[in-house]
């Protein structure tokens, strides 16, 4: 009866984990340079973030210069790849896969307050998004566009950047030009990454496979 009930918890417990991936996962927590609640940290990835009121105003130049730079208080950030803000915004509960649409707002609106940066509003194929504007280190494989899964707008390509879109529209500006309303994606590894949901879940089907067969060789 023991074992069963331990079976059944596993079962569930896989069962939970594989329903979808978790959500809000992303908290302010105390930073040594810039005080009490002033850094995100994703809990799943382990990563801190900066955020975007920060930088926003000075040009991609301007912040690479700082993080590169000899001010040891910065050696620490990096300017982040469309990857790992895509993880950021899935870990937020922002669905960057699909079409954007409204439903996202309220999960985009959600990270911002929490990045601290301007949000956009624009309709696109019918469709009002809530868009953020926020550099990065490269362009999102895939994307021939100039943002991520229709919310976050991003510079053009590695080290051969030739600009950024601007909030609401896809002009660009260059790599050392400014815009209030843009700042740029810093974060380092703070903490050791959980496991993933579906980790989580293969977990749980393992002890649930285990401990059934211990149980028919009983």
Not at 93 to 99: E, F, L, Q, R
Not at 153 to 179: M, Y
Request: net charge positive; charged share 20%; proline share 5%.
């Amino acid at each position: 009866m023991k074992t069963l009930r331990i079976t059944r918890l596993a079962a569930l417990l896989a069962l939970f984990a594989a329903s979808g991936p978790i959500h809000a996962a992303l908290v302010l927590i105390d930073d040594i340079q810039f005080g009490k609640r002033s850094v995100v940290l994703d809990e799943i990835t382990g990563r801190a973030w900066l955020p975007l009121s920060k930088t926003a105003g000075q040009s991609f130049n301007e912040v690479f210069k700082t993080v590169n730079g000899n001010n040891t208080n910065w050696k620490r950030w990096r300017i982040a790849t469309a990857d790992q803000v895509g993880a950021l915004f899935s870990h937020g509960g922002v669905d960057t896969s699909g079409i954007p649409d409204t439903a996202n707002a309220r999960a985009v609106q959600r990270v911002m307050s929490l990045l601290g940066g301007p949000l956009t509003t624009v309709e696109q194929d019918g469709l009002k998004i809530t868009r953020i504007d926020g550099m990065v280190w490269d362009k999102p494989p895939g994307k021939s566009s100039a943002y991520l899964g229709g919310f976050l707008q991003v510079t053009q390509d590695g080290t051969d950047i030739e600009g950024v879109a601007q909030s609401g529209r896809f002009d660009l500006i260059p790599k050392n030009g400014t815009s209030p309303m843009i700042g740029t994606f810093l974060t380092f590894q703070a903490a050791n990454p959980v496991p993933e949901p579906e980790t989580w879940a293969m977990l749980g089907l393992g002890l649930t496979t285990l401990l059934l067969r211990t149980r028919r060789r009983k």
